[in-house]
């Protein structure tokens, strides 16, 4: 079999509901790579908030910022900043609505204001820790996403103001994440594939969310998760099971990448 490229998003679908990595998709990783092939990560996460699961699950390579920071055995081999005079622009536009908005580098994330309602149910559900606030992180450091805190109703405003400037994608009822025009995941992917030299039909991706729709269909096999979004199960290739019901070693073993003695019915 020639060498595949997997690509796996982190929550709900290496992330399991409890955000632990499930034992079974451990195990499907290390007999992935110990057959030859190359595992990845592809997120909307910045590079520091899953340092610790690249270490758990020995992969250095991996796709992060939605596209945006793209990282191979390790390296950095693309990066793609929002420009700085957008950023000035969208938060006085923001402030101007009283919507909190956090800045992300590739070392830390930082919010223009302190203690609102919505950063706390958009990040606490997902177990992600409230950053602290710096109103002009955005100043003097490449940024290279933005979470926005608005419903989808308030996003219409923002969407034509920047239509041609940033994309709006939309990861929680009260959060946007923020990235350059025509920048996400499956651009990433293009990117790191152009530097591996790997063929897009030897590419695969693992995902259930909507910022993983596009890289779903750009990849030669994309498969959704059981527990993905509808729209997502329908723009995928395969649709595998549930991530906490060994999703990621059933779908391995689905495109014959791992043993199927692997898998407990």
Same mark, same amino acid.
């Given at each position: 079999?020639?060498?595949? /490229? ?6 709900? =679908? ?8 499930? *034992? ?18 592809? =997120? ?31 390296? !950095? ?9 957008? *950023? /000035? ?21 930082? /919010? ?6 919505? !950063? ?7 177990? /992600? ?21 608005? =419903? ?25 994440? !923020? ?16 530097? =591996? ?69």
């Amino acid at each position: 079999m020639d060498k595949k /490229l997997v690509f796996f998003d982190i929550d709900g =679908t290496l992330l399991d509901h409890e955000k632990k990595v499930p *034992l079974s998709t451990k195990e499907a990783i290390d007999e992935l790579k110990a057959g030859g092939h190359e595992a990845a990560i592809a =997120t909307g996460r910045p590079p520091f908030l899953f340092k610790e699961l690249r270490e758990e699950l020995g992969i250095d390579s991996y796709v992060s910022l939605n596209g945006q920071y793209v990282v191979y055995q390790g390296k !950095v081999v693309y990066s793609n900043p929002i420009p700085p005079e957008v *950023l /000035l622009s969208l938060k006085d536009y923001a402030q101007n609505y009283g919507q909190p908005i956090a800045f992300t580098s590739a070392d830390n994330t930082k /919010l223009n204001m302190i203690h609102h309602a919505r !950063v706390e149910a958009s990040y606490t559900p997902h177990q /992600l820790p409230i950053p602290e606030c710096d109103p002009h992180y955005n100043l003097g450091r490449d940024i290279y996403q933005a979470a926005l805190f608005c =419903t989808e109703e308030e996003e219409v405003s923002y969407s034509e103001e920047y239509r041609d400037q940033l994309r709006f994608v939309r990861w929680d009822r009260v959060c946007v994440d !923020v990235i350059p025009m025509g920048g996400s995941k499956a651009a990433g992917i293009e990117k790191f594939i152009q530097h =591996t030299g790997f063929k897009r039909e030897d590419v695969i991706a693992f995902g259930d969310n909507l910022n993983d729709l596009e890289m779903l269909q750009f990849v030669g096999h994309g498969v959704a998760m059981g527990n993905a979004n509808p729209v997502v199960k329908e723009a995928a290739r395969y649709v595998t099971r549930d991530v906490d019901q060994d999703g990621i070693m059933h779908g391995l073993c689905q495109l014959g990448l791992i043993a199927s003695s692997s898998i407990v019915v």
